[in-house]
């Protein structure tokens, strides 16, 4: 069985070795708490949801993923992610694809939490 972080379903996020690899490589720096969702996020979540009634889970997803970007160490990122197989080209592709990752368990969290459905299809 892989590994997943608290609250999450895998319903978006197929893969967390990625994340998992991530923080093993940031523990002890200022980046390790960083890798994590926080309250805050939850608060973004919610603020993007009371914007409108309905949200396209990609549009919200990548709006979030933009929200965790900045808070990605991309050397780490991207040895975490060549070694979880991943084929990335560099640090920003990597802070992406790692930011996708977070994005992902925050909505996976946020319907754990009823802040919002996704959809069965997804």
């Given at each position: 069985?892989?590994?997943?972080?608290?609250?999450?379903?895998s319903k978006l996020v197929k893969d967390y070795e990625p994340l998992k690899l991530y923080l093993e490589k940031v523990k002890g720096?200022?980046?390790?708490?960083e890798g994590f969702i926080t309250q805050s996020d939850f608060q973004k979540?919610?603020?993007?949801?009371s914007k409108k009634k309905r949200h396209k889970l990609g549009d919200l997803w990548d709006e979030l993923a933009k929200h965790f970007e900045k808070?990605?160490?991309?050397?780490?990122a991207l040895e975490a992610?060549?070694?979880?197989?991943?084929?990335?080209?560099?640090?920003?592709?990597?802070?992406?694809?790692?930011?996708?990752?977070?994005?992902?368990?925050?909505?996976?969290?946020?319907?754990?939490w009823g802040f919002f459905k996704i959809p069965e299809n997804a």
């Open positions: 069985m892989s590994w997943k972080p608290f609250f999450a379903s720096t200022k980046w390790y708490d979540l919610k603020e993007i949801l808070r990605i160490d991309g050397k780490a992610l060549r070694e979880a197989g991943y084929n990335v080209n560099d640090e920003e592709e990597a802070k992406k694809k790692l930011s996708e990752i977070l994005a992902g368990w925050l909505l996976e969290a946020g319907e754990e």
